[in-house]
């Protein structure tokens, strides 16, 4: 994944703030100090550490607050990449090249880019430094071959579609790892769609298709866990549970799986085509920081989103330990809120607004179809629309292919998107 950069600020740095992302590139370390030639300056008032969704919506509404001389950003990526519509490009229905911007496109005018990686985190002295896990036994080298893919990263996302394509017979095994990830409902969207695919090939008899997840349950909500369990009957799916990817080996077309309530038992599965999702993880620089909390994660309030112990830092996104699912939707509700905890805070206020943990996942169950999973952090239904959002709908899947790109890179990424709050109170005018 990649990270941070930095400047170092003095005792004038109002905030620090904290915006990071998890992902799976290697962080290489390299050391650079304050206002090395990365930046045009070394202190700002508010510094944005990454360029994911979160920096990137929250640098905007930064530059709103203070003006945008006083906001950096540290992001080493050339491109920005709209992640949600991977699950789309591994199974051929959008092109990769829709999904990227340059990352200087993105950032908002007169925001400062500082283009380094950020190495260490001193919240202490309100610096930081630029420089410029756990794996899974043969990858990433076993990416090489062919048949496997991943929707999780740009690198492996079209050789999804390619294994889909090159698919005669056998098994097609999709996988959910031991660690928090992503999107969560990604790893069996990708199952689903390579379901109507190879119906529509008239491969389907051939294939054996099986989803071996580390988790005990198909979705943590119950009522969209109802629904597909029933199109995991109807479609003739297999899904295991308990079972965790530990070795890949490539040239065998073999995958090995642990038992995770068997500990040491392991089950060997040839593949004809497998989809990864990787373990994923904080970055080392949050992990070894003091903003960390035990288990690597920024440990910030689950309601301001504001940090437990250094009030100048907050987080948003997937670098945060908040207890809900990691996706673009709940960092566009996150970023609504957390504009108003700062906003409150450099008053010297009280936090108002509250996050309510929501999230949504559009869970891709066909070319043509979504079930809009959407919810709070007590795993209940929290829909924006006045219909069962249960149920496949063309409708939601048009939302989710079409609509939220637009979305996203037009309002959410310029700090006009705080999620679809205002939307539910409107549908559901005088009920709840
Ligand atoms: C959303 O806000 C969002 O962030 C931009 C997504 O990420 C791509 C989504 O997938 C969804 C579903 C939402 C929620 C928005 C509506 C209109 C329900």
Redesign the pocket.
């Given at each position: 994944m990649s990270l941070l950069g930095s400047v170092v600020s003095s005792p004038s740095t109002r905030l620090f703030a904290c915006f990071l992302r998890l992902g799976a590139q290697q962080a290489g370390l390299l050391q650079l100090h304050t206002g090395a030639s990365h930046a045009a300056k070394s202190h700002y008032e508010v510094l944005v550490l990454g360029g994911g969704?979160g920096g990137i919506c929250m640098a905007a509404r930064m530059k709103r607050r203070v003006g945008a001389e006083n906001v950096a950003i540290v992001e080493p990526s050339e491109r920005h990449f709209?992640q949600?519509i991977w699950t789309l490009v591994g199974a051929g229905a959008k092109q990769l090249s829709s999904s990227g911007r340059p990352t200087a496109s993105v950032i908002p005018s007169g925001v400062e880019w500082i283009k380094a990686r950020v190495v260490e985190l001193n919240p202490d002295k309100n610096c930081i430094h630029t420089d410029n896990g756990k794996e899974i036994k043969g990858l990433p080298e076993g990416f090489a071959h062919p048949k496997i893919g991943s929707n999780y990263s740009v690198r492996t996302v079209e050789k999804t579609w390619k294994a889909l394509q090159d698919f005669k017979e056998g098994n097609a095994i999709f996988t959910f790892p031991n660690t928090p990830v992503k999107c969560a409902g990604a790893p069996q969207k990708i199952m689903y769609l390579s379901e109507a695919y190879f119906r529509k090939m008239g491969k389907r008899p051939k294939a054996n298709i099986i989803f071996n997840t580390s988790l005990g349950a198909i979705f943590g909500v119950k009522k969209y866990a109802d629904a597909l369990q029933k199109i995991i009957q109807d479609r003739n799916l297999t899904v295991n549970y308990k079972q965790n990817l530990i070795e890949v080996r490539a040239d065998k077309q073999e995958a090995v799986f642990e038992n995770l309530d068997k500990p040491g038992e392991t089950q060997v599965i040839s593949y004809e085509m497998l989809h990864v999702t990787p373990p994923m993880g904080p970055p080392d620089v949050i992990k070894m920081s003091p903003v960390a909390d035990a288990a690597g994660w920024v440990d910030v309030d689950k309601e301001t989103l504001q940090h437990k112990r250094y009030p100048n830092v907050f987080g948003i996104g997937d670098c945060t330990n908040l207890p809900t699912s990691k996706?673009?939707?709940a960092?566009?509700?996150q970023s609504g809120i957390l504009d108003k905890t700062i906003s409150r805070i450099m008053k010297n206020q009280i936090p108002m607004k509250k996050y309510d943990g929501y999230t949504?996942?559009?869970l891709v169950t066909g070319y043509s179809r979504v079930i809009?999973a959407?919810f709070d952090y007590n795993a209940q239904p929290l829909e924006?629309?006045p219909f069962d959002q249960s149920k496949e709908r063309l409708s939601m899947y048009l939302?989710?292919a079409d609509?939220?790109?637009f979305?996203?890179w037009n309002m959410?990424l310029r700090g006009y998107?705080g999620?679809?709050a205002f939307?539910r109170k409107l549908f559901h005018l005088g009920l709840s």
């Open positions: 969704s709209y949600p996706t673009a939707a960092v566009a509700a949504s996942c559009p809009l959407e924006t629309f939302m989710k609509m939220m790109p979305l996203y959410m998107w999620g679809p939307l």
